[in-house]
């Protein structure tokens, strides 16, 4: 049986020139995780058309159209749909058997004007509706066999203090709260079979969190699917603490949903006002300490937590350097911006096998 091996290894030899430029193979994230849930990133065309898209190959397991499903992007005047952009996500995510997520249908933010208006005038709330059917029905209907997931709703939950949705957004100010249970039900009659999510920052917020569990409480109470929560996860590095992430998933568990991490970065700032700084070793072990007690937290609730998604491939590419400061370079991620490992990795990548419990009294 040796000789096969030997001829095996010396042709691997003769590919890759000679034994020295042989480099370690990196583990797979997402491989590692496949007991636990999704490990997910967010991408464009642009993305995976680049050399990027060997990592993203390697290293996740689901995707997401960091803009192209958004409806100012996909309908971008009424009736106009163009599907080119995610056309090419969702092609790239089942030629690699990957898991893809659906984002977003309904938001306040990247939603053309059109949708709003009747020539001058604001548009009449059954007006509305019917755009949003049209737009629900064709989005969800195209991809029903290919995302299997849909962030719903986006953010319609106020952050004022006494303020329980979100009154500023247009969906609201047409429609009133009803506009989240139609969506729902649209989505649910384009496709039963796909997994409906509300979706939304600062869920570990106790008072936005409380509201999000008021409102996927009534809708569930109406009878309306609602199968997850969202929590986007866009952190920095100290916040939200432990507790305040394991209480978040614990009591969204509560209601009969799945969680998902859907918009993961641990941002390398405290504040706006923050000075750029560089990537120094103490900065980037003080994110992977952080990280690596998210993902302790995730995988101690692999039963309530089904995918974490982060907001990105790589630290070459993050929204974060133009928010909410322009220019700002951000390190949020896992892989650096030359696309190599960074501590966080390494950490997290590092499953320690979960202590034995000690033996009952007496037993
Ligand atoms: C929100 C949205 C995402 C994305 C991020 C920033 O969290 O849900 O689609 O726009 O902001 O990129």
């Not at 058997?97 to 001058?120: A, E, S």
């Not at 920052?201 to 997850?228: C, F, M, T």
């Not at 614990?250 to 859907?262: E, K, Y």
Request: hydrophobic fraction near 35%; glycine fraction near 4%; charge should be neutral.
């Amino acid at each position: 049986m040796k000789f096969p091996y030997i001829l095996f290894l010396s042709l691997g030899l003769f590919l890759n020139g000679n034994s020295q430029d042989l480099k370690p193979q990196l583990p797979s994230l997402c491989k590692q995780y496949q007991e636990f849930f999704l490990i997910g990133a967010a991408v464009s065309p642009q993305v995976l058309k680049s050399a990027d898209s060997t990592l993203v190959i390697d290293q996740y397991n689901s995707l997401v159209c960091e803009n192209q499903m958004k409806p100012m992007w996909i309908q971008p005047q009424e009736n106009v749909f163009m599907f080119k952009n995610a056309d090419y996500v969702v092609a790239f995510a089942k030629r690699h058997n990957m898991k893809l997520r659906g984002h977003t249908l309904v938001w306040h933010n990247q939603t053309p004007g059109w949708f709003f208006k009747d020539g001058d005038k604001p548009a009449s709330k059954e007006l509305l509706a019917e755009r949003m059917h049209k737009h629900i029905q064709t989005l969800v209907s195209r991809y029903k066999d290919d995302v299997y997931c849909w962030d719903v709703v986006n953010e319609a939950v106020s952050e004022e203090k006494d303020e329980y949705l979100r009154t500023s957004s247009p969906w609201y100010k047409i429609m009133g709260e009803d506009f989240i249970e139609l969506a729902f039900r649209y989505a649910h009659e384009a496709n039963p079979k796909a997994k409906l999510f509300y979706n939304d920052y600062n869920a570990w917020q106790p008072e936005k969190r409380d509201k999000i569990i008021r409102l996927v409480k009534s809708l569930k109470d109406k009878g309306v699917q609602v199968d997850g929560i969202g929590m986007q996860g866009h952190w920095k590095i100290g916040s939200p603490t432990k507790e305040q992430i394991e209480t978040a998933i614990d009591m969204f568990s509560a209601l009969g949903v799945t969680v998902q991490i859907t918009e993961l970065d641990v941002s390398v700032y405290q504040s706006d006002k923050d000075k750029e700084v560089k990537m120094t070793p103490e900065l980037e072990q003080q994110q992977a300490d952080y990280y690596q007690m998210c993902f302790d937290v995730f995988r101690e609730k692999k039963d309530k937590v089904s995918s974490v998604t982060f907001w990105g491939a790589a630290d070459n590419h993050t929204w974060l350097d133009n928010f909410p400061v322009r220019g700002r370079k951000n390190y949020p991620l896992l892989f650096d911006t030359k696309l190599q490992p960074k501590k966080a990795f390494n950490q997290i990548i590092k499953i320690e096998a979960s202590p034995k419990p000690l033996p009952k009294e007496g037993a």
